[in-house]
């Protein structure tokens, strides 16, 4: 099972962090949406777009352009801030936002949500019953290792699990790690899409029942302007650049290719293909 997720953020993010001026990004990051929804076509392939809820507010015409193709939309938060400065009444009422400002547009319920930065942690579990008192049915935001603002790295399942407690159960789908030198390592988006050679990334996506994919678009653009450090972290700044930027002139031929060679489904498709009775429960 190989899902298709991408996170739409590029159109507020590079207007919040000043990566270039207006006039010379939007043209470029639009044509990116464009050559990844004529690609998804091509294939056959629906994906599910985790989007933001300031992009959707600035920017409606990406929702709609998204939605239009048939694609499953989701939030992926309204501001982009970290669970990690949130308190539970600020989560709730970003969360909230987002959900008003897509559904607006597309004009249907939606019940899928993507943290920012994978940042639902073993502290922060509280987030969940908040999701679901919002109408969310799926969550996406555990990262089943250490990373960067996030991660969740005792979280014990690498596949579809129930989130479950007295009160409410959600479907969750983590980001799928591989077990190197007594770590967990993911593979299937962001950063480490980028980093991982094609060949070890194909052996990988072969040999795992279960792929979970997250793409970004400023993971595509190799004519984006390249920053030092955009986000504070602890971290030396030559590791965060390289993490942000290595690989970036070849990434989306990669992306193509792995798209030509493996078959993907949506978040939907993948939910009605589980038989749920069987999945693992993680109770909170």
């Not at 990116?32 to 777009?49: E, G, V, W």
């Not at 009160?167 to 980093?195: C, M, Q």
């Amino acid at each position: 099972m190989n899902i298709l997720t991408f996170d739409i953020e590029e159109w507020w993010v590079y207007d919040n962090y000043s990566i270039g001026k207006n006039i010379d990004y939007l043209p470029r990051i639009d044509n990116y949406l464009n050559d990844i929804l004529d690609l998804l076509d091509l294939c056959n392939f629906k994906a599910t777009f985790f989007c933001l809820g300031l992009v959707g507010l600035k920017y409606a015409y990406v929702i709609k352009k998204i939605a239009s193709r048939g694609h499953g939309i989701a939030s992926h938060s309204h501001s982009h801030k970290f669970l990690g400065d949130l308190n539970k009444n600020e989560f709730h009422e970003d969360t909230r936002k987002s959900l008003f400002i897509l559904e607006d547009i597309i004009g249907k319920k939606i019940d899928t949500y993507r943290a920012p930065a994978f940042s639902i942690t073993k502290d922060k579990i509280w987030a969940f019953e908040i999701l679901h008192n919002l109408g969310i049915k799926n969550d996406c935001s555990i990262f089943p290792s250490n990373r960067s603002f996030g991660g969740f790295p005792t979280f014990p399942f690498n596949e579809p699990t129930i989130i479950r407690s007295n009160y409410f159960e959600l479907r969750e789908f983590p980001i799928p790690t591989v077990r190197f030198f007594n770590k967990n390592f993911a593979f299937s988006g962001g950063g480490y899409f980028r980093l991982i050679p094609y060949f070890v990334l194909t052996h990988l996506l072969k040999n795992n029942s279960y792929n979970m994919t997250y793409f970004h678009i400023k993971d595509f653009d190799s004519e984006q302007v390249h920053k030092w450090s955009i986000l504070s972290t602890s971290e030396s700044s030559f590791l965060r650049y390289f993490k942000d930027y290595y690989g970036i002139s070849n990434s989306f031929n990669k992306f193509k290719k792995v798209l030509t060679n493996f078959d993907f489904i949506d978040l939907n498709q993948a939910i009605s293909s589980i038989n749920w009775d069987k999945a693992p429960v993680f109770n909170i």
